[in-house]
T-cell receptor
């Protein structure tokens, strides 16, 4: 039969704008979260991570916000550039037990930056 | 410092055949995880190896197997290939110091096409 692909959310912004990409995670026991960027033909590239004992972490042009109450994660990209165009994934991990190394990924968001 | 290396980059196989994919982690990293990425299911965890032992396994049939060598290099094998196994297979390595989660770094992936 015909396969149905994931319909990824899309976000289109103008160069120089700020971008916010959202993610709802599934496991309330997850205590480590990562954002990845994946460009066409490449593997996911680490952007920034955050542990559950924090609610905000900043990197270079990126900020991750974690709201454990509603199990929500967001990635903010400041002054978005055309090179930021890619698919962005959030991933969660739960420490301990047999869960090490097992990242559970969100479906991804396609970010398109227009010059 | 070299990144995660996956070989081959592209592979075409016929239904019923088997295939072996290889992953060399970042030097010093002892954890290797494998993921399958398809348009229909997104990124899904296959299994993780640490110090030559499988520590975690995803929800895939027994046709999917893997192993890790003493130098931390890992291979995954898929037997009796099906059309639905066509995917990008990604390997990620991480350092795993102590009990702390650490970021996983991905290779470029192996694009497997089953015809």
């Amino acid at each position: 039969g015909e396969s149905v692909g994931l319909h990824l959310p899309t976000l289109s912004v103008q160069e120089g704008d700020n971008s916010i990409i959202n993610c709802a995670y599934s496991n309330s026991a997850s205590d480590y979260f990562i954002w990845y960027k994946q460009e066409s033909g490449k593997g996911p590239q680490f952007i920034i991570d955050i542990r559950s004992n924090m609610d905000k972490r900043q990197g270079q042009r990126v900020t991750v916000l974690l709201n454990k109450t509603v199990k929500h994660l967001s990635l903010q990209i400041a002054a978005t550039q055309p090179g930021d165009s890619a698919v962005y994934f959030c991933a969660e991990n739960m420490a301990g037990g047999t869960s090490y190394g097992k990242l559970t990924f969100g479906q991804g968001t396609i970010l398109t930056v227009h010059p | 410092k070299a990144g995660v290396t996956q070989t081959p980059r592209y592979l075409i196989k016929t239904r019923g055949q088997q295939v072996t994919l290889s992953c060399s982690p970042i030097s010093g990293h002892r954890s290797v995880s494998w993921y399958q990425q398809t348009p229909g299911q997104g990124l899904q965890f296959l299994f993780e190896y640490f110090s030559e032992t499988q520590r975690n396994k995803g929800n895939f049939p027994g046709r999917f197997s893997g192993r890790q060598f003493s130098n931390s290099r890992s291979e995954m094998n898929v037997s009796t290939l099906e059309l639905g196994d066509s995917a990008l297979y990604l390997c990620a390595s991480s350092a795993r110091p102590g009990q702390e989660n650490t970021e996983a770094f991905f290779g470029q992936g192996t694009r497997l096409t089953v015809v």
